[in-house]
């Protein structure tokens, strides 16, 4: 668990110029803390404490801005850049060694008990303001430029852009 939060916090040090030691990230980050209380959150949906869950995952929303459902499975190494707005769905699998930047959502479109979030490939990059919603693919090394909406799956290596999400 140690060596999960250390990596993770390295991995915030080389993506951001700006952070000047790893102390500061873990203290005033909303990233990092947001996925350790999903973490904690995740462990206890698995267990079927879904009420505890959803309660740490209220608290981490109140003190970082950032929601993500407990349900949700999020890979390892996942940089979420200042990310008050973001939002992630119950459904929605987050593959490793994504960056999601602030205001995304991974939403659903209908409110069915099935899978309706997106399913997010490794080293995504999903640009600021996007909504990537439904049941959709997201490949690996894609990017989904700010503020596109995302309603189809997204070849690997391809980039979005627009609020059509036009093809690149």
Known sequence: MLNAVHE???????????????????????????????????????SHLYFLA?????????????????????????????????????????????????GVTLGGLKFDPVKRHPTVGNHVLIGTGAKVLGPIRIGDNAMIGANAVVTRDVPAGATMVGPLAIQK
């Not at 790893?22 to 350790?36: Q, V």
């Not at 996942?78 to 960056?99: K, N, P, Q, R, Y």
Request: glycine residues 10%.
């Open 8 to 46: 993770l916090l390295k991995t915030y040090k080389n993506y951001d110029p700006a952070a000047k030691s790893l102390l500061e990230i873990a203290l005033l980050y909303p990233g990092p803390k947001a996925l350790g209380f999903h973490r904690i959150a995740h462990a206890l949906y698995k």
């Open 54 to 102: 959803r309660l740490v995952a209220e608290i981490s929303r109140w003190m970082t801005g950032i929601e993500i459902h407990p349900g949700a499975t999020v890979g390892r190494r996942l940089v979420i850049d200042h990310g008050v707005g973001v939002v992630i769905g119950e459904t929605a699998v987050i593959g490793d060694d994504c960056i999601i930047f602030h």
